[in-house]
């Protein structure tokens, strides 16, 4: 008999939420006990109509299914609103993004059976769908390293006492950035394992602007809070890319130096410190742009946010070096 499971989704009600439960409703294989979608939305709409849209894809899962609202503060507290009201020994975290395969039930519970008693976790497998016809832009071929990241929650399954165990998400996480990677290395702290499953889930590339990767910068103030509660060496712990932070402080040091120089009446020196930012500019807007479809749009979108990803990204990066300065490490709260 496979172990029972329930299935939380956050979401934001997004037009991708009914692809997303649509695919779960057709999955073949050990129903979940309990689906929860833990509504997000600060401000919920008055218009039920998307998400009971939503809702009627599920079928007979539909009566298994509850709507818990979480406030609109973030995916990790949404993700604790979820699986604090389940009865199951698993929870199956999915992205309301994402379209479990056609066997997806069926390969979960074996996962599960599967579980020795130490592991907490087990990982299902993200492939990213990626346009044949042509190179991928900057946004897709940033969605499709999610491919080979460690513990994310797009589809990640953990066992309900090592939530409890470990306090589940920290909800100091407020975006969809870091929250499973130190969830996993405090349930790995804990003595628990985590291993590789078999089930494959698609993550399609969502539409967005071409201001998407400047938002993203937001995550910087996340690896803040990363350091403080893991140490400065989490980036290894995670076997996270360590990303161009340094180089991006580098950059905007030469930026605001050139400025503060021109000012002071220094214009050789400031020239200098100017040449200095716009080398690591060009360099930094080479590599999104070589390996891209190199249109008109995308040239110009990489030159743009290439200009400003880097002081984008000190701000935040000090921001959340800051605001979270009074963080006691993991080990030191650990129960």
Request: with cysteine.
């Given at each position: ?99 479990v395969g056609p066997h ?181 807007a080479w590599t999104r ?47």
């Amino acid at each position: 008999m496979s172990p029972a499971y329930a299935v939380v989704v956050p979401t934001l009600v997004r037009d991708t939420l009914a692809d997303c439960l649509a695919a779960l409703a057709a999955a073949t294989g050990p129903r979940p006990d309990e689906i929860v979608l833990v509504d997000d939305r600060p401000d919920p709409d008055p218009d039920p109509g998307p998400l009971e849209h939503a809702l009627s894809v599920l079928g007979d899962l539909r009566e298994r299914t509850t709507v818990v609202a979480s406030g609109g503060r973030g995916p990790a507290a949404a993700r604790n609103t979820g699986w604090r009201a389940v009865m199951t020994p698993w929870v199956a975290f999915l992205d309301d993004d994402v379209q479990v395969g056609p066997h997806w039930c069926e390969q979960l519970a074996q996962d599960l059976a599967d579980a020795s008693p130490d592991t907490a976790g087990v990982q299902g497998t993200i492939a990213v769908p990626l346009p044949g016809e042509r190179r991928p832009t900057d946004w897709e071929r940033g969605t499709a390293g999610l491919a080979g990241a460690r513990w994310i929650t797009a589809d990640m399954a953990y066992r309900t006492v090592a939530l409890k165990q470990v306090a589940g998400f920290d909800e100091r996480f407020r975006h969809a950035f870091r929250e499973d990677a130190d969830l996993a290395l405090r349930v790995l702290d804990a003595g628990w394992r985590i291993r590789q499953g078999r089930r494959t889930t698609r993550h399609p590339v969502r539409p967005a602007d071409r201001w998407v990767s400047l938002r993203a910068q937001r995550g910087n103030a996340d690896d803040a809070l990363m350091r403080y509660l893991h140490g400065p060496d989490w980036w290894h712990k995670a076997a996270a890319p360590r990303g161009r932070l340094r180089t991006h402080l580098a950059v905007t040091a030469f930026g605001a130096c050139a400025c503060a120089l021109a000012v002071a009446g220094r214009r050789r020196a400031a020239a200098t410190a100017a040449l200095g930012w716009a080398a690591g500019t060009a360099e930094f807007a080479w590599t999104r742009v070589a390996p891209g479809p190199r249109t008109r749009h995308e040239v110009t979108t990489m030159l743009l946010t290439s200009a400003l990803i880097p002081p984008a990204a000190t701000w935040h990066w000090l921001n959340g070096l800051r605001r979270h300065r009074d963080v006691p490490s993991w080990s030191e709260v650990a129960p």
